[in-house]
């Protein structure tokens, strides 16, 4: 009592008078997956009956039964039979809403306050199906930055997420360089929404002289993208007006890769994707994407060289979406020579000429084209979706296409890399350790080695021998914790509750 009257008289309390004492650490989270084959992601041979310890985020061992110790007390899961991989990548992605026409105008202006759940949502939908990192190439930053650091810091379930914002050079979705729309007569929310995405890194960067540019690009590093993507080219493909010229390109990559971060353009055209590669980029996006024009073999060799990843659109050409095409090629072809009978030798216009390209899907013939050259060349392939959100349940008539949704839009990029030439163990190379390299990561993820953070997938069917079997996921770790699939996404917002029988 004595001592308690002296510490009220001294402004002492009792807590600040006990000796400190160490705080304690918690006892480690260890988990053993057992028997699986283990698909590494480096594309080595599979490791039958293999055990991989996990210790709180990290793997700690990893290897044959017989060579690897399951530590006393750690959470076993029995995987015999089954078969492990790492947690797969999106290197193109778009999780929050960033513009459109119509129905998809109509969603914006209505859910824009909601951004960062529309984006959480999105990254939960990616993880569902495997995708445990997504790179975002284009969007609003702010909500994806505040989304990816309550990622980081566990305080919400998604895949990882990295961001670019805005296509650097570009203006916002209504903008000439994005989408051919004038500034003249734009609403206020139009006008807001554009400043709302370019964060100050619009089309006035590619007025600039390099000591400008170098400044601006900086200031808009301030505000914390994970990496660069600028515009080689503008956004549409006729014509595709070349942006930024070599050397503000090369001012722009110099100063990303000083703060560490890897540069990528968006070149529609042989020469515009030409100058960004001599400027020393790290990626391309879609590089299939080149117009009617096939891929030089003299820039597939520098690509290959270099080993500038390519994210390519593999989505969008195979699997229903090649089919599709097939046969409205098809109808166009037997259309076109059907009316050119009918014109009674009239030579076509250019823009006849033009439209009937389109008809018959010349670009889609040569992308599928171009991608197939590259993959042959040895190219460090990824897969970059273009994921997406479209417009609100209750604002469409319509759903978009199932290539192009968050997450299952993945999966089936990975399986359309099978269909362009590679084979099953080459396609999961390209949505793990590739897709790592491409995100700066090799360090930490893409591969299931020790030192790794434990992103990884336990899967009922052989993914090597039929790569649709990444699909049949069993069990969902990511940064060492397991994630019950059923509960995410945790709300929906956007996306469409599942048909009953369905995920």
Same mark, same amino acid.
């Given at each position: 009592?004595?001592?308690?009257?002296?510490?009220?008289?001294?402004?002492?309390?009792?807590?600040?008078?006990?000796?400190?004492?160490? *705080?304690?650490? &918690?006892? @480690?989270?260890?988990?053993?997956?057992? +028997? !699986? #084959?283990? $698909? =590494?992601? %480096? /594309?080595?041979?599979?490791?039958?009956?293999?055990?991989?310890?996990?210790?709180?985020?990290?793997?700690? *061992?990893?290897? &044959?039964? @017989?060579?690897?110790?399951?530590?006393? +007390? !750690? #959470?076993? $899961? =029995?995987? %015999? /039979?089954?078969?492990?991989?790492?947690?797969?990548?999106?290197?193109?992605?778009?999780?929050?809403?960033?513009?459109?026409?119509?129905?998809?105008?109509?969603?914006?202006?209505?859910?824009?306050?909601?951004?960062?759940?529309?984006?959480?949502?999105?990254?939960?939908?990616?993880?569902?199906?495997?995708?445990?990192?997504?790179?975002?190439?284009?969007?609003?930053?702010?909500?994806?930055?505040?989304?990816?650091?309550?990622?980081?810091?566990?305080?919400?379930?998604?895949?990882?997420?990295?961001?670019?914002?805005?296509?650097?050079?570009?203006?916002?979705?209504?903008?000439?360089?994005?989408?051919?729309?004038?500034?003249?007569?734009?609403?206020?929310?139009?006008?807001?929404?554009?400043?709302?995405?370019?964060?100050?890194?619009?089309?006035?960067?590619?007025?600039?002289?390099?000591?400008?540019?170098?400044?601006?690009?900086?200031?808009?590093?301030?505000?914390?993208?994970?990496?660069?993507?600028?515009?080689?080219?503008?956004?549409?493909?006729?014509?595709?007006?070349?942006?930024?010229?070599?050397?503000?390109?090369?001012?722009?990559?110099?100063?990303?890769?000083?703060?560490?971060?890897?540069?990528?353009?968006?070149?529609?055209?042989?020469?515009?994707?030409?100058?960004?590669?001599?400027?020393?980029?790290?990626?391309?996006?879609?590089?299939?994407?080149?117009?009617?024009?096939?891929?030089?073999?003299?820039?597939?060799?520098?690509?290959?060289?270099?080993?500038?990843?390519?994210?390519?659109?593999?989505?969008?050409?195979?699997?229903?979406?090649?089919?599709?095409?097939?046969?409205?090629?098809?109808?166009?072809?037997?259309?076109?020579?059907?009316?050119?009978?009918?014109?009674?030798?009239?030579?076509?216009?250019?823009?006849?000429?033009?439209?009937?390209?389109?008809?018959?899907?010349?670009?889609?013939?040569?992308?599928?084209?171009?991608?197939?050259?590259?993959?042959?060349?040895?190219?460090?392939?990824?897969?970059?979706?273009?994921?997406?959100?479209?417009?609100?349940?209750?604002?469409?008539?319509?759903?978009?296409?199932?290539?192009?949704?968050?997450?299952?839009?993945?999966?089936?990029?990975?399986?359309?890399?099978?269909?362009?030439?590679?084979?099953?163990?080459?396609?999961?190379?390209?949505?793990?350790?590739?897709?790592?390299?491409?995100?700066?990561?090799?360090?930490?993820?893409?591969?299931?080695?020790?030192?790794?953070?434990?992103?990884?997938?336990?899967?009922?069917?052989?993914?090597?021998?039929?790569?649709?079997?990444?699909?049949?996921?069993?069990?969902?770790?990511?940064?060492?914790?397991?994630?019950?699939?059923?509960?995410?996404?945790?709300?929906?917002?956007?996306?469409?509750?599942?048909?009953?029988?369905?995920?």
């Amino acid at each position: 009592y004595a001592a308690k009257l002296l510490l009220i008289e001294t402004g002492m309390t009792l807590a600040a008078a006990a000796p400190h004492l160490p *705080a304690q650490t &918690p006892p @480690a989270r260890i988990t053993a997956i057992s +028997g !699986a #084959t283990l $698909i =590494d992601g %480096t /594309g080595g041979a599979p490791l039958p009956d293999a055990v991989v310890i996990v210790t709180n985020d990290r793997i700690t *061992a990893v290897g &044959p039964r @017989a060579s690897v110790s399951v530590p006393k +007390g !750690a #959470t076993v $899961i =029995d995987a %015999t /039979g089954q078969f492990v991989v790492p947690g797969f990548f999106d290197t193109n992605v778009h999780l929050s809403l960033y513009g459109g026409v119509n129905d998809r105008y109509e969603t914006l202006v209505r859910y824009n306050v909601r951004q960062p759940e529309i984006v959480l949502e999105g990254a939960q939908l990616q993880l569902k199906h495997g995708i445990t990192t997504v790179r975002d190439s284009y969007g609003v930053l702010p909500p994806l930055v505040e989304t990816r650091e309550r990622i980081a810091r566990g305080q919400a379930v998604g895949a990882r997420i990295l961001a670019a914002g805005n296509i650097v050079g570009w203006g916002g979705p209504y903008s000439i360089s994005f989408s051919l729309i004038r500034e003249a007569g734009l609403t206020l929310f139009q006008e807001q929404m554009n400043d709302q995405i370019t964060q100050g890194a619009g089309e006035d960067l590619v007025d600039m002289t390099p000591d400008e540019l170098r400044t601006a690009i900086n200031a808009y590093f301030d505000k914390k993208p994970d990496f660069l993507k600028f515009g080689g080219s503008a956004h549409f493909a006729r014509p595709a007006l070349i942006g930024f010229s070599l050397e503000a390109q090369k001012v722009m990559v110099e100063e990303a890769h000083k703060r560490n971060m890897k540069a990528e353009t968006h070149s529609t055209t042989p020469d515009s994707l030409r100058l960004s590669v001599e400027a020393g980029i790290d990626g391309i996006q879609h590089p299939e994407l080149l117009g009617p024009r096939e891929l030089p073999d003299a820039l597939v060799k520098t690509i290959v060289d270099r080993k500038i990843y390519c994210s390519m659109l593999v989505n969008t050409i195979t699997g229903d979406a090649w089919t599709k095409h097939v046969k409205d090629r098809d109808a166009a072809t037997t259309k076109i020579k059907d009316d050119a009978v009918k014109m009674g030798g009239r030579a076509k216009t250019s823009a006849e000429l033009r439209k009937d390209a389109a008809d018959t899907g010349e670009e889609m013939e040569m992308r599928r084209k171009n991608a197939k050259k590259l993959i042959a060349a040895g190219a460090v392939v990824t897969v970059g979706t273009d994921n997406y959100w479209a417009a609100a349940a209750e604002l469409s008539r319509t759903p978009k296409p199932e290539n192009q949704d968050h997450g299952i839009g993945t999966v089936i990029g990975i399986e359309g890399l099978v269909e362009l030439g590679m084979s099953p163990m080459q396609a999961i190379v390209a949505a793990t350790k590739n897709g790592a390299y491409a995100a700066g990561r090799t360090a930490d993820l893409g591969t299931l080695e020790k030192g790794k953070v434990a992103d990884l997938l336990v899967l009922d069917g052989d993914p090597t021998a039929d790569i649709r079997n990444i699909r049949k996921i069993r069990t969902l770790m990511v940064g060492g914790k397991v994630v019950e699939r059923d509960t995410l996404p945790q709300q929906r917002v956007l996306s469409r509750a599942p048909v009953a029988g369905q995920q």
